[in-house]
């Protein structure tokens, strides 16, 4: 804290293998942020505030992929972070659909053992996936929903192979897509009800029972 206080340095740089738990982590952003007495949000960041994020959320996912043990506690706090973020309304609608949800997708492919993970990436997908433009229309294109988010959730985390947890939350998210209509009438006839009903079946109670209450 002394340190801080009398040099003042232009950014404070936090090192994976010193992390140990989220709540750590904001205990200690927290701390920082008081002794500069500022808000670090997208919106103080000088120049083009959606350029910073962009790079800033490249070298991340540089950070998170390919998996590793050791950063799964800081992909649950990225996640949090983007919940934040799009629920703040500070992303716009290319930003969403070409840098927010191809990297979460890439996250969720990578982490999908990891139960605390997946639910974080996927809150995080859904705040990306509703979030509406000043017209009130969702920003992201149902094409991408359609050929790269359902797809991925029902291929890499509905399988067997995963925690029965994560095939609850990718069972929730996909009955959030057809709750909010974000893909087509007939996209959810001819390919989420069979999916679901699978799911129906499942070995596990719990997943059993999240597939028939997104059926009901």
Known sequence: ???????????????????????????????????????????????????????????????????????????????????????????????LHSIVVPGLIKVLECYVTSTAVTKAVLEALESALLEKNTLNQFTVPRAIIEKRVLPYLVEEHLGYGTPPCCRCFAIRTIGTICQHKLVGGKYIEDYVVEVIIQSCNDENADVRQSACEQLT
């Open 1 to 95: 804290k002394f340190f801080l206080k009398k040099h003042r340095p232009w950014g404070v740089i936090l090192f994976l293998r010193n992390i140990k738990s989220i709540k750590q982590a904001k205990k200690l952003t927290h701390s920082i942020r008081k002794i500069f007495k500022e808000d670090f949000s997208l919106g103080k960041i000088a120049g083009s505030k959606l350029s910073c994020f962009s790079k800033l959320f490249d070298l991340l996912i540089d950070v998170l992929v390919p998996p590793s043990a050791k950063a799964e506690t800081l992909a649950e706090v990225f996640s949090e972070s983007i919940t934040r973020l799009c629920k703040s309304g500070e992303l716009n609608s290319e930003t």
